[in-house]
T-cell receptor, first 107, second 113 residues
Framework: RKEVEQDPGPFNVPEGATVAFNCTYS??????FFWYRQDCRKEPKLLMS???SGNEDGRFTAQLNRASQYISLLIRDSKLSDSATYLC????????FGGGTRLMVKP | NAGVTQTPKFRVLKTGQSMTLLCAQD?????MYWYRQDPGMGLRLIHY???????AKGEVPDGYNVSRLKKQNFLLGLESAAPSQTSVYFC????????????FGDGTRLSIL
């Protein structure tokens, strides 16, 4: 079993929709979690860090559920420019990533 | 404002050839990392370094060697390239420990025939 698992998608949503992704992790000792955004053939870029129960930045909200060992990313009012792959990472002994969830926002 | 710079951007090798990928960061970060990214596999850590002169194995170290002779540079070597090493390689750095967010270079696309 992979340490970090994500639904690969794609999630196809209309512009303006709210969409949520989950990411499950197996290392209960992990202290920090991250969401990265990766555009096609580009490098991952940090979207949000999660150190406690959650974090919010504009239209993006990340929540951590330690009991169930998952973190979620909620995107409100989706924009065409949100189309990308979203990578979840957990930092335990080292930073490990899920395979990513692909989001496609349609007009 | 360079951040993390990787060279080369693209390379095609024949099986058995050797090469070195260079990563340079100008943020004075202590930690540096090399990842490979394959379709459906996500990012997998090859080797990392917690400071100048130190290196450690990650999740998939076999077939690769690294060196960190200077704080700003982290080199990834393939001694005898194999087709299974065809991948996109990303270098990253972070200011302190593994719990800090990492900044990535824009990748090296490596094909081994």
């Amino acid at each position: 079993r992979k340490e970090v698992e994500q639904d690969p998608g794609p999630f196809n949503v209309p512009e303006g929709a709210t969409v949520a992704f989950n990411c499950t992790y197996s290392n209960s000792a992990s202290q920090s979690f991250f969401w990265y955004r990766q555009d096609c053939r580009k490098e991952p870029k940090l979207l949000m860090s999660v150190y406690s129960s959650g974090n919010e930045d504009g239209r993006f909200t990340a929540q951590l559920n330690r009991a169930s060992q998952y973190i979620s990313l909620l995107i409100r009012d989706s924009k065409l420019s949100d189309s990308a792959t979203y990578l979840c990472g957990q930092a335990g002994n080292m930073l490990t990533f899920g395979g990513g969830t692909r989001l496609m926002v349609k007009p | 404002n360079a951040g993390v710079t990787q060279t080369p951007k693209f390379r095609v090798l024949k099986t058995g050839q050797s090469m070195t990928l260079l990563c340079a960061q100008d943020m004075n970060h202590e930690y540096m990392y090399w990842y490979r990214q394959d379709p459906g596999m996500g990012l997998r850590l090859i080797h990392y370094s917690v400071g100048e002169g130190t290196t450690a194995k990650g999740e998939v170290p076999d077939g690769y060697n690294v060196s960190r002779l200077k704080k700003q540079n982290f080199l990834l070597g393939l001694e005898s390239a194999a087709p299974s090493q065809t991948s996109v390689y990303f270098c990253a750095s972070s200011s302190t420990g593994l719990t800090q967010p990492q900044h990535f270079g824009d990748g090296t696309r490596l094909s081994i025939l």
